[in-house]
């Protein structure tokens, strides 16, 4: 083997498919089916080519402070990183540092264990219940840290702030980290408690509700002790993981909260009309809060119906893991991308 010995081997996380040909509908990485903030495309066309012969403001400080004062925090309240999946790999760097294992539900963000992995961190999965929801008291043990997404991906289901607040204040002794990568479309962030409580982190994304997947921005908020651990990591793993388009664009989409809005608005719309649509059509799912619809029927095998809309061009999301291996996640894309998806379902169901 030789230097093969050495290296460390993980199971990389698989992301959904990233089909190149052209006409497909792309329903599987609950990506925004609206473009970004016209302001994000104003900046953009602005945007000095020059500066990039210069490293970015290592603090990102012009989308710090714009997020801190859109959700009234502190500047030193608020971290941002390359996407949120830079921010919680940091997170779990920083944080997870014990002899005791980091709790995560057992049908999650398939990403949660990869770092763990990674890391070395131990960790442990307690099961949903049957209806796919948190076991509060599951989290209520000892443990090195915890990690919720809320809502949770690929369910949808959104667990209350009083569940989230006395998970939160029961480990006072570990940090609590709640991926809300899906809360603008129709949760309540955790946010409200990061002055209360400093071993609360909440971490959100650019990639879902702000259409800005390709440009890569996440951010945590969390209390000021936190947020300086986290920054020492950061920076000494990579001082300048922030480029200097991203901080502009990011801040550009913030400014316009109407549109970021109106966007929101319209995917909840969509969501809530095809739920509908698909009870009707023999579906079952948990009453999702996120921008997708995770999805059973009644007599058709998941795994058959992704082939088949695969084979028509619909890309869909499908798990083939214990529990959850008769699901389909659906993104919930506009509404003539819907309407195509449910035209070809009415098809083959009847």
């Known amino acids: 083997m030789g230097w093969e010995e050495q290296v460390r081997r993980v199971v990389p996380y698989i992301p959904g498919e990233q089909p ?7 329903l599987n990485t609950n990506e925004c089916p609206y473009p970004p903030s016209p302001l994000v495309k104003e900046y953009a066309a602005a ?11 290592p603090e990102a400080s012009l989308l710090v402070n714009a997020l801190a004062d859109y959700y009234g925090v502190d500047a030193d309240q608020v971290f941002v990183g390359v996407g949120s999946d830079d921010v919680l790999a940091m997170s779990f760097l920083t944080f997870f540092n014990s ?11 398939s990403f949660y264990d990869v770092w763990a992995e990674l890391f070395h961190i131990p960790y442990r999965c307690p ?26 991906a690929p369910t949808g289901l959104f667990e209350s702030l009083d569940t989230i607040e006395e998970i939160v204040a029961g480990n006072p ?12 479309f129709g949760g309540v962030s955790a946010m409200s408690l990061v002055d209360k409580y400093d071993n609360l982190l909440v971490v959100q994304t650019f990639s879902k509700s702000r259409a800005m997947a390709g440009i890569r921005i ?23 993981t922030m480029n200097a388009p991203s901080i502009a664009w990011g801040t550009a989409s913030i400014r316009d909260d109407g549109y970021f809005k109106e966007t929101v608005g319209k995917i909840i719309n969509t969501r809530e009309r095809v739920k509908k649509e698909l009870a009707g059509l023999g579906f079952t799912f948990p009453d999702s809060m996120s921008n997708f619809i995770f999805a059973s029927h009644e007599t058709i095998p998941a795994a ?22 008769n699901y389909l ?16 379902l009415k098809q083959i169901i009847h």
């Open 99 to 109: 002899e005791k294992p980091v709790l995560f539900p057992d049908i999650t963000y």
């Open 304 to 325: 058959e119906l992704f082939q088949a809309l695969k084979q028509e061009g619909i890309y869909v999301r499908y798990f083939n893991k214990p529990r959850i291996d």
């Open 173 to 184: 002794d570990s940090m609590v980290i709640i991926d809300e990568a899906y809360v603008d």
């Open 20 to 26: 190149k040909q052209k006409g497909i509908i792309k």
């Open 329 to 344: 996640r659906i993104t919930v894309g506009t509404d003539e991308e819907m309407d195509r998806l449910l035209t070809f």
């Open 127 to 152: 099961e949903l219940d049957n209806d796919f929801r948190l076991v509060k008291e599951d989290y209520l043990t000892e443990n090195g840290g915890i990690v919720i997404p809320n809502p949770n």
């Open 218 to 240: 996440g951010f945590a908020v969390g209390s000021k002790k936190a947020i300086g651990y986290l920054k020492d990591v950061k920076f000494s793993f990579n001082s300048y």
């Open 47 to 57: 945007f000095e080519t020059e500066l990039l012969r210069l490293y970015p403001d």
